[in-house]
Every structure is written in C-alpha cells, then in structure tokens.
C-alpha cells in the first residue's frame, strides 16, 4: 500500500530557531513529491521535487529530495511566528496517480 | 485572477440527508481533484476529473460520486450522509493531470 510519512507530528520552537521536517514514501509510480502550508484551510503550495539532490529554494524555505533513500526535508531557518502551520507532503504517484498526502507536522513557533 | 472557489464553506447536515459541494477551478485550469480531510489527518484523495472523465477514484463507497462540467467546474455529492463524513472537502485545480494542485479554502462539511 502506498504510503507517506512525515516525523515529527508536532513541533513547537522558538522564534529565530532553525527546524527540520522529513517526510518519508513508499509510492509505487513515483513522479513527484510536494510541500504544502496549511494555515487555516486551504493548503498553499511551497515546493514539487522531481530530481534528487537539487535543493529548492524560497526565502528561509529549502526543500531537497532523495529518490535512492526515499525522503524528503523542509528546512525553514530563522523561524516567526508567521511559520506557525501544518506542513504536508504528498507524493504523486501510485495506482491512480494522484497526491497521497503524510498526516502533516504541526509547527508551533512561540515569540 | 480568482484562485479556486468552493461552495458552500460551511454546513450543517443529520444522518441519512445528501449534500452537494461545488468548485471552481482556476481560469485555464481542466483538471479537479476533491479530497477529503478528517481533523488530524492529511488530505484523502477522493476524485479527480480532466476534461469532463474520471481520471482516479480514492477508497470511498459508492455513496460519493462527482461530475464535471463543460466550463470544467465540479460538483461532489455525497448521499446517505453518516457522522463520519463530517470532514473539510477540498477541491484542487490544476492545469493538467499530473503537477501542483492549487487548493480551494474547503467546504466544513458537520454531520448530525
């Protein structure tokens, strides 16, 4: 069964700390793996990683794929209280070729 | 531009009724997915549509079915409603059927 799984489940941190999120898989089909922010609702798109070993970047963010071992990081540095959400990763793929989403990390970020 | 629509964001049904969901997609977009999420869980993929034919169907009963129309908007129906369907249904354009899905702010759907 296709299968995504992201560590921790919660985090709470400081504000300037630097976290890391991982997220394992195990999708037959694999094509992509993406990193959502959901704030309130709707999950706001942060990164799609194809290739391994290419880090992606946006500000603080940073996303990098391993396809051999395969997981997955988020890295935020420098956290604010802005980042405080629940970060999901979801891999394209499986039977159907759809996002199967992790349960998501919790990140908490106390002033 | 207007990201993706969803109607209603809120409502309120008792066991045993049926519930319609309506989207929007993105100008330009042809693809829509709809999941669902159960408080403290990821999305649960339920549907997705391109071009107006089902492209996937998640593990849901029968009781969920979907549709697309010609302008590429959807609509998710659920029938015989139980307390666990009381979940957020999101709805997701994306331009073709595979890449990044961009996310409605939901429908709160509370079962009775």
């Known amino acids: 069964e296709d299968k995504v799984v992201q560590s921790p489940l919660s985090l709470v941190v400081h504000e300037g700390d630097t976290v890391t999120l991982n997220c394992s898989y195990e999708?037959?089909?694999?094509?992509?793996l993406l990193w959502y922010k959901q704030e309130k609702k709707a999950p706001t798109f942060l990164f799609m990683l194809t290739s391994s070993g290419i880090e992606k970047k946006s500000g603080r963010l940073s996303s990098i794929l391993d396809k051999k071992e395969l997981f997955s990081i988020l890295n935020i540095t420098a956290t604010q209280t802005g980042d405080s959400a629940i970060y999901l990763c979801a891999v394209g793929g499986g039977s159907q070729g759809n996002l199967i989403f992790g349960k998501g990390t919790k990140l908490s970020v106390k002033p | 531009d207007a990201g993706v629509t969803q109607s209603p964001t809120h409502l309120i049904k008792t066991r045993g009724q049926h519930v319609t969901l309506r989207c929007s997609p993105i100008?330009?977009?042809?693809?829509v997915s709809w999941y669902q999420q159960v408080l403290g869980q990821g999305p649960q993929f339920i549907f997705q549509?391109?071009?107006?034919?089902?492209?996937g169907r998640g593990n849901f009963p029968d009781r969920f079915s979907a549709r697309q129309f010609p302008n590429y908007s959807s609509e998710l129906n659920v029938n015989a409603l139980l307390l666990g369907d009381s979940a957020l249904y999101l709805c997701a354009s994306s331009w073709g059927v595979a890449g990044e899905l961009f996310f409605g702010e939901g429908s709160r759907l509370t079962v009775l």
């Open positions: 100008s330009g977009h042809k693809s």
């Open positions: 549509y391109y071009e107006k034919e089902e492209r």
């Open positions: 999708v037959t089909n694999f094509r992509s």
